[in-house]
């Protein structure tokens, strides 16, 4: 299963978010030999690489980019990538493990199914 099937199947009752972070693989940092980009100085050049990968990776999800201060990615501790699910209050109904090895969207999908019939029940009591 992957992120796209989940938002195939949910994203008209589930609001998806790809928040870009620090690149993982940069080539003037831990670099896995797939591609040509240093680590981004700016928010510009953040934003601007964070735009190729939402193309290349086709997500189709609306992606939004970290602050260069990382603020998102430490508050999660998200780097290299992880998944979570925030429920109607706010607060952190599914939270996977760091990826690449944590990232399951299998498991997202059955806390999202958990999360939405709890919401079921409870609105008909």
Same mark, same amino acid.
């Given at each position: =299963?992957?992120?796209q099937?989940?938002?195939a199947?949910?994203? +008209? !009752?589930v609001?998806f978010?790809?928040?870009?972070?620090?690149?993982a693989?940069?080539?003037?940092? %831990?670099y =896995?030999?797939?591609?040509?980009? !240093?680590?981004?100085?700016?928010? *510009?050049?953040?934003? *601007?690489?964070?735009?190729?990968?939402e193309?290349?990776?086709?997500?189709?999800?609306?992606t939004?980019?970290?602050? =260069?201060? +990382?603020?998102? =990615?430490k *508050?999660?501790? &998200? %780097?290299?990538?992880?998944?979570?699910?925030?429920?109607?209050?706010?607060?952190? &109904?599914? &939270?996977?493990?760091?990826?690449? %090895?944590?990232?399951?969207?299998?498991?997202?999908?059955?806390a999202?199914?958990?999360?939405?019939?709890?919401?079921?029940?409870?609105?008909?009591?």
């Amino acid at each position: =299963m992957r992120l796209q099937d989940l938002y195939a199947e949910y994203g +008209d !009752r589930v609001q998806f978010l790809v928040i870009y972070i620090r690149e993982a693989h940069p080539t003037d940092g %831990w670099y =896995m030999g797939n591609h040509d980009f !240093r680590d981004p100085r700016t928010i *510009a050049e953040r934003r *601007a690489l964070a735009g190729i990968c939402e193309v290349r990776l086709k997500y189709g999800i609306p992606t939004l980019v970290d602050e =260069m201060d +990382d603020g998102v =990615m430490k *508050a999660y501790a &998200a %780097w290299p990538d992880r998944l979570y699910l925030i429920d109607l209050d706010g607060k952190v &109904a599914y &939270a996977g493990g760091r990826g690449p %090895w944590g990232f399951k969207p299998r498991k997202l999908k059955g806390a999202i199914d958990r999360l939405m019939e709890a919401n079921v029940r409870y609105a008909s009591t």
